[in-house]
């Protein structure tokens, strides 16, 4: 993981101008990022290297991801957790603003106050959306204070996030994502050569300086950061409707080998195509999933083509159920679901 820090915004800093935080009241970091860019990854170093705080994560997971992403996620960073706080409502930046705060609030009341909130939003969440909540909020005399955006940057697919066009009225998310970051971080550099790193480094100063001109902001009081939110606040609907989200729970154990076919077919070969006949494409798979040889639950990641499984420090209790999460376009649950079934799965256990 690689800082990139701006010339002008070299660190993460309260939007309040008086030093300090202000009293009494809790810092909310929002960690945001394309879908896979590495935003849990950061979650999880800042919790193992955070030691004496109470710190309060929330999740927003984009469609029914979040059991998974909150288990991996726990599975991780141990005890570090100290609360959770789930919006399982859809979309953040259309629910956090009547029920999110609310929420946080209400657990505060409950468990007592944090030391700090750390927010990772969806892959497709739109930031500004939700940074301007918690900007209209504080008016309002809220506990909670908005400290930063930091946007985890994909070294490898990073720029091909930020090129895809989109449909008419829809925001490149990617782009929107780095615009209103207060701290870009690009991560994977270990994927890439010095020159395709220096490539994403130019293109995201690029989409900072010229295209959202974002440098006559920089000043971190509040007043510019409402207007810098101003800025980038969407004006139409702000999610990709093509990109879908597909879960399933399956019981039993998977043959190893039968898994990675699977995979490679759906992501390299790309071989599965929906009802209409159009090719899936996914980009993003997670899942935790269950070989009968290992005790301990096995991760699954990937991201585009890149995908790993990893076994974890988890035993397995009966039953074991395969969970997995497929993000991406023209995905049908029947036929993965089926084709998993029929291909991965072994044994008598099939349901
Ligand atoms: N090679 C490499 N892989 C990384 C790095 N950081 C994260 N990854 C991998 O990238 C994948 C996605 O990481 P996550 O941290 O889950 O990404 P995320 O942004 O939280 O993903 P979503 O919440 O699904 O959008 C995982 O397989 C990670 O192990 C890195 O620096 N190098
Ligand atoms: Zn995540």
């Given at each position: 993981m690689m800082l990139d820090e701006d010339d002008d915004c070299p660190e993460l800093v309260p939007i309040d101008t008086q030093p300090g935080p202000p009293v009494g009241q809790i810092p909310v970091t929002i960690i945001t990022g394309y879908l896979g860019a590495g935003k849990t990854t950061l979650l999880n170093y800042i919790l193992t290297e955070q030691h004496n705080k109470r710190i309060a994560v929330i999740l927003?997971?984009?469609?029914?991801?979040?059991?998974?992403?909150?288990?991996?996620?726990?599975?991780?960073?141990?005890e570090l957790y100290e609360e959770w706080l789930e919006l399982r409502n859809g979309c953040l930046c259309c629910?956090?603003?009547?029920?999110?705060?609310?929420?946080?609030?209400?657990?505060?009341?409950?468990?007592?106050?944090?030391d700090y909130i750390l927010l990772e939003t969806t892959g497709l969440a739109d930031p500004g959306a939700v940074a301007s909540m918690f900007w209209v909020d504080a008016e309002l005399g809220s506990d909670i204070y908005l400290d930063g955006i930091v946007t985890v940057?994909?070294?490898?697919?990073?720029?091909?996030?930020?090129?895809?066009?989109?449909?008419?009225?829809?925001?490149?998310?990617?782009?929107?994502?780095?615009?209103?970051?207060?701290?870009?971080?690009?991560?994977?550099?270990?994927?890439?050569?010095?020159?395709?790193?220096?490539?994403?480094?130019?293109?995201?100063?690029?989409?900072?300086?010229?295209?959202?001109?974002?440098?006559?902001?920089?000043?971190?009081?509040?007043?510019?950061?409402?207007?810098?939110?101003?800025?980038?606040?969407?004006?139409r609907a702000h999610l990709d409707k093509s990109i879908l989200t597909v879960t399933f729970e399956i019981a039993g154990?998977?043959?190893?080998?039968?898994?990675?076919?699977?995979?490679?077919?759906?992501?390299?070969?790309?071989?599965?195509c929906n009802k209409d006949g159009q090719p899936m494409s996914v980009i993003r798979l997670k899942g935790i999933v269950s070989f009968a040889d290992k005790g301990h639950q096995v991760m699954l990641q990937g991201v585009h083509e890149l995908y790993e499984l990893n076994e974890t420090q988890q035993l397995w209790e009966n039953p074991r159920i395969n969970r997995l999460v497929f993000i991406g376009r023209n995905l049908d649950k029947d036929i993965l679901q089926e084709k998993f079934v029929s291909t991965v799965l072994l044994g008598s256990e099939k349901n």
């Open positions: 927003n997971e984009f469609g029914e991801g979040s059991a998974l992403e909150k288990s991996l996620a726990v599975s991780q960073a141990g629910s956090v603003k009547d029920n999110g705060l609310k929420a946080i609030e209400n657990l505060m009341e409950k468990k007592g106050k944090f940057i994909d070294a490898k697919y990073g720029l091909q996030q930020l090129a895809e066009e989109k449909a008419d009225g829809l925001v490149n998310e990617a782009a929107r994502q780095i615009a209103v970051a207060d701290l870009t971080i690009i991560n994977k550099t270990d994927l890439v050569t010095e020159e395709e790193l220096k490539e994403v480094k130019d293109t995201v100063r690029v989409d900072l300086s010229e295209v959202l001109d974002l440098h006559s902001f920089d000043s971190k009081d509040g007043a510019n950061l409402a207007e810098k939110l101003q800025l980038v606040k969407p004006t154990d998977l043959s190893e080998d039968a898994l990675n076919a699977f995979i490679q077919d759906l992501l390299w070969e790309k071989i599965f």
